[in-house]
C-alpha cells in the first residue's frame, strides 16, 4: 500500500529510560529497511536507490554501489543472507517494484525479478534465515487478490503462489518497515501477513488441510475435504484462515508491523502495531495482542502506544517488546497488554526516540538517514 513519508512531530510522553545511540549514516535517504544479522552485520535500504552495511556492529556504515537503473527507486526492504549477500526490494507501482541481489559484499547487484503486474505494488519480502533458501514476497491485490509470489533457490528465482487469498475493497498491506509478513518456522510458506483499510485491519494465516480422521473446512473458494483411503495422508490443500484485528480503520490506518515471540512457541505470542499514519498523534487502536489460549485471536491493547506506530520487535533477553513510530518509542512488559513511552536521558539529543520507521535488533532506523542502535541496558527494570 502507498505510504507517505512526510515526518510528523508530536507531544512528548512521560519520560523513561534513554534508549537509541544515533550513528552516522552519511545519507539524507529515508531509511525503511533494516536487516541485523547478529555479530555485527546489518544491512539497510531506503530512498534514491540507497543501500548500507556494516560489519562492525554500527560504527561504520559502508554505502553500497547502487544498483542498476535504481537512483530513483524506493527501497523499502531487504533481507541479508550473510555480511556478502543480501536481496533490497523496492516498491512502487508495477516495473517499479524489484529486487537486487548482490553476493560480493554490494559491490555489484543482479536484477532477479521485477514486478510482472502493472497495477501491482510490493510491500514486504522474507527469507527463511536458517536454509536461506525459501523465502516470500507479498503486495497489494491484483485483481481482487493479494500478489504472493516465491523462491526456493535463495532468491535467484521467483514464481507466484498458487492459492492467493482473496481482499476486501480497498484493503492492502503498507510497506512502512518490511514487518507486515511472517514465515512459518519450517521455512516452506509464508505464514501470515497483516493487512489495512477502510472495512479494518485483518491477519491472514495460511493453512494446510490433510487428509485425516476429520473434516476440514476452508474459508474461502475450497469447500470441506472429506479424507479417504485413496488420499489419506496426503496434502489436499493449502488455504487462507482470515482473523480481525482490533486496530485503526481508513484508507490510511490498519495494521503495520507483526512481531513473533520465537521462544514462546509456534504462534503462541504475536504482537501487531499500527494505526492511522496520517493522524499519527491518535493513540486510538494503535496495537493488538494475542489472546492467550484462543490459537490466534487478538485483543487491543488497555494500554496502546502513545501514537501510530510502524514497526515491532521482542528482546528475548529483557522480555519486553518495543515499538517505534514518527512520534516517539513505546515498551510492553506484559506481552502487549500495556506500553509505556521510552524517552531520551537528559544527555541524548530531544529527538532521539522519534522519526523511527523500522527495528531489526539493536537497530533503528528513519528519516533522513537516521539510523540509531538499542543501548545494551536500555530496557534493563
Same mark, same amino acid.
Given at each position: 500500500?502507498?505510504?507517505?513519508?512526510?515526518? !510528523?512531530?508530536?507531544?512528548?510522553?512521560?519520560?523513561?529510560?534513554?534508549?537509541?545511540?544515533?550513528?552516522?549514516?552519511?545519507?539524507?535517504?529515508?531509511?525503511?529497511?533494516?536487516?541485523?544479522?547478529?555479530?555485527?552485520?546489518?544491512?539497510?535500504?531506503?530512498?534514491?536507490?540507497?543501500?548500507?552495511?556494516?560489519?562492525?556492529?554500527?560504527?561504520?556504515?559502508?554505502?553500497?554501489?547502487?544498483?542498476?537503473?535504481?537512483?530513483?527507486?524506493?527501497?523499502?526492504?531487504?533481507?541479508?543472507?550473510?555480511?556478502?549477500?543480501?536481496?533490497?526490494?523496492?516498491?512502487?507501482?508495477?516495473?517499479?517494484?524489484?529486487?537486487?541481489?548482490?553476493?560480493?559484499?554490494?559491490?555489484?547487484?543482479?536484477?532477479?525479478?521485477?514486478?510482472?503486474?502493472?497495477?501491482?505494488?510490493?510491500?514486504?519480502?522474507?527469507?527463511?534465515?536458517?536454509?536461506?533458501?525459501?523465502?516470500?514476497?507479498?503486495?497489494?491485490?491484483?485483481?481482487?487478490?493479494?500478489? !504472493?509470489?516465491?523462491?526456493?533457490?535463495?532468491? =535467484? =528465482?521467483?514464481?507466484?503462489?498458487?492459492?492467493?487469498?482473496?481482499?476486501?475493497?480497498?484493503?492492502?498491506?503498507?510497506?512502512?518497515?518490511?514487518?507486515?509478513?511472517?514465515?512459518?518456522?519450517?521455512?516452506?510458506?509464508?505464514?501470515?501477513?497483516?493487512?489495512?483499510?477502510?472495512?479494518?485491519?485483518?491477519?491472514?494465516?495460511?493453512? !494446510?488441510?490433510?487428509?485425516?480422521?476429520?473434516?476440514?473446512?476452508?474459508?474461502?473458494?475450497?469447500?470441506?475435504?472429506?479424507?479417504?483411503?485413496?488420499?489419506?495422508?496426503?496434502?489436499?490443500?493449502?488455504?487462507?484462515?482470515?482473523?480481525?484485528?482490533?486496530?485503526?480503520?481508513?484508507?490510511?490506518?490498519?495494521?503495520?508491523?507483526?512481531?513473533?515471540?520465537?521462544?514462546?512457541?509456534?504462534?503462541?505470542?504475536?504482537?501487531?502495531?499500527?494505526?492511522?499514519?496520517?493522524?499519527?498523534?491518535?493513540?486510538?487502536?494503535?496495537?493488538?495482542?494475542?489472546?492467550?489460549?484462543?490459537?490466534?485471536?487478538?485483543?487491543?491493547?488497555?494500554?496502546?502506544?502513545?501514537?501510530?506506530?510502524?514497526?515491532?520487535?521482542?528482546?528475548?533477553?529483557?522480555?519486553?517488546?518495543?515499538?517505534?513510530?514518527? =512520534?516517539?518509542?513505546?515498551?510492553?512488559?506484559?506481552?502487549?497488554?500495556?506500553?509505556?513511552?521510552?524517552?531520551?536521558?537528559?544527555?541524548?539529543?530531544?529527538?532521539?526516540?522519534?522519526?523511527?520507521?523500522?527495528?531489526?535488533?539493536?537497530?533503528?532506523?528513519?528519516?533522513?538517514?537516521?539510523?540509531?542502535?538499542?543501548?545494551?541496558?536500555?530496557?534493563?527494570?
Amino acid at each position: 500500500m502507498r505510504l507517505a513519508t512526510s515526518a !510528523i512531530l508530536l507531544l512528548m510522553a512521560t519520560p523513561s529510560l534513554a534508549q537509541f545511540t544515533l550513528q552516522s549514516s552519511h545519507t539524507t535517504a529515508g531509511l525503511r529497511g533494516i536487516h541485523s544479522l547478529g555479530n555485527g552485520i546489518a544491512w539497510a535500504s531506503g530512498t534514491e536507490g540507497t543501500v548500507l552495511r556494516t560489519t562492525d556492529d554500527g560504527a561504520t556504515w559502508q554505502h553500497c554501489s547502487t544498483p542498476p537503473n535504481a537512483d530513483k527507486l524506493d527501497f523499502r526492504a531487504i533481507q541479508a543472507f550473510d555480511q556478502n549477500t543480501a536481496i533490497v526490494m523496492s516498491s512502487g507501482k508495477g516495473d517499479l517494484s524489484r529486487l537486487y541481489k548482490t553476493t560480493d559484499g554490494c559491490k555489484t547487484w543482479k536484477l532477479v525479478f521485477t514486478n510482472p503486474d502493472k497495477e501491482g505494488f510490493w510491500d514486504a519480502i522474507k527469507i527463511d534465515p536458517k536454509e536461506k533458501l525459501f523465502g516470500s514476497l507479498v503486495g497489494d491485490p491484483v485483481n481482487g487478490r493479494f500478489a !504472493i509470489f516465491l523462491t526456493f533457490d535463495g532468491g =535467484n =528465482n521467483w514464481a507466484r503462489g498458487r492459492v492467493l487469498p482473496k481482499a476486501l475493497d480497498e484493503e492492502g498491506l503498507f510497506a512502512a518497515s518490511n514487518s507486515s509478513l511472517v514465515l512459518q518456522t519450517n521455512g516452506m510458506s509464508p505464514d501470515g501477513f497483516i493487512t489495512g483499510g477502510p472495512k479494518g485491519s485483518r491477519l491472514l494465516r495460511i493453512s !494446510i488441510c490433510v487428509g485425516v480422521d476429520s473434516e476440514c473446512f476452508e474459508l474461502g473458494d475450497f469447500g470441506p475435504i472429506k479424507p479417504t483411503d485413496k488420499n489419506r495422508g496426503r496434502l489436499e490443500q493449502v488455504y487462507w484462515q482470515a482473523e480481525p484485528i482490533p486496530l485503526a480503520k481508513g484508507p490510511s490506518a490498519g495494521s503495520f508491523a507483526i512481531g513473533v515471540d520465537d521462544h514462546s512457541g509456534y504462534w503462541y505470542k504475536a504482537v501487531i502495531v499500527g494505526g492511522d499514519y496520517k493522524d499519527a498523534n491518535s493513540s486510538k487502536s494503535t496495537a493488538a495482542y494475542t489472546n492467550p489460549g484462543t490459537g490466534g485471536t487478538y485483543l487491543a491493547a488497555q494500554t496502546p502506544p502513545h501514537g501510530y506506530r510502524s514497526s515491532v520487535a521482542y528482546d528475548a533477553r529483557t522480555k519486553t517488546w518495543i515499538t517505534v513510530g514518527p =512520534n516517539g518509542t513505546d515498551i510492553s512488559r506484559d506481552d502487549g497488554r500495556n506500553w509505556t513511552a521510552l524517552k531520551p536521558s537528559p544527555q541524548d539529543p530531544p529527538d532521539a526516540d522519534k522519526n523511527w520507521n523500522a527495528l531489526s535488533l539493536p537497530f533503528v532506523v528513519g528519516l533522513d538517514g537516521r539510523i540509531g542502535k538499542l543501548r545494551t541496558h536500555a530496557l534493563a527494570r
